[in-house]
């Protein structure tokens, strides 16, 4: 699969150079933009698989597009920049920057660094998956238990026989525990607010 590139360069005659430098070496570059241009907008149109930026140094407005374009739908974005500080690089990993790249861009360096970038990009949207889903793990859990405890506190049952209970109700209903947990909770909402 061809990678689809948008350039985003202040430079409009060295963004065209990369424009021709990309498609050469296999990749579909899909649009030019500068940083004043509703970049937002621009990768929303033109939904680029990688976001390539060089400029000589990134502007906080440059890195609120970045962060905006991020939360929209992440991708893979590369900066190349010529200066930079401690500061500037912190503001560009959080803003979503998969690999930011000092002292400009040098066209035979360039395959490299996306092969990398979009290979780091791949682990980490792996990685804020995982992290989701154990938060949303740990969640059904804590609701799980919650329930558990109003069956055992309301029918007298032991720990395990109120879990027990619950997977019993999850399967005859055709439904997740969790599901059926939610369920006791919201029914002993109810009757706790008839009192």
Do not use: C, W
């Amino acid at each position: 699969m061809r990678l689809r590139i948008l350039i985003i360069d202040e430079d409009p005659a060295r963004a065209k150079a990369l424009e021709a430098s990309l498609a050469a070496a296999g990749y579909e570059p899909v649009g030019l933009a500068g940083p004043k241009d509703d970049l937002l907008a621009k990768v929303q149109d033109l939904s680029p698989d990688l976001i390539i930026v060089d400029m000589e140094s990134p502007t906080r407005d440059a890195l609120e597009d970045m962060r905006r374009i991020t939360a929209d739908r992440p991708r893979p974005i590369v900066m190349f920049v010529d200066h930079s500080d401690q500061e500037t690089i912190g503001e560009a990993m959080r803003a979503g920057i998969s690999a930011y790249v000092t002292d400009g861009l040098n066209p035979s360096h360039v395959k490299p660094i996306l092969d990398v970038a979009v290979a780091q990009f791949a682990e980490f949207q792996k990685l804020r998956q995982e992290l989701e889903q154990a938060k949303l793990d740990l969640s059904d859990r804590k609701i799980v238990e919650r329930a558990k405890g109003i069956l055992m506190t309301t029918r007298n049952l032991p720990e395990e026989q109120a879990h027990r209970l619950m997977q019993k109700l999850a399967m005859d209903q055709n439904q997740r525990i969790v599901d059926v947990a939610r369920s006791i909770l919201t029914l002993a909402q109810v009757l706790k607010s008839d009192r």
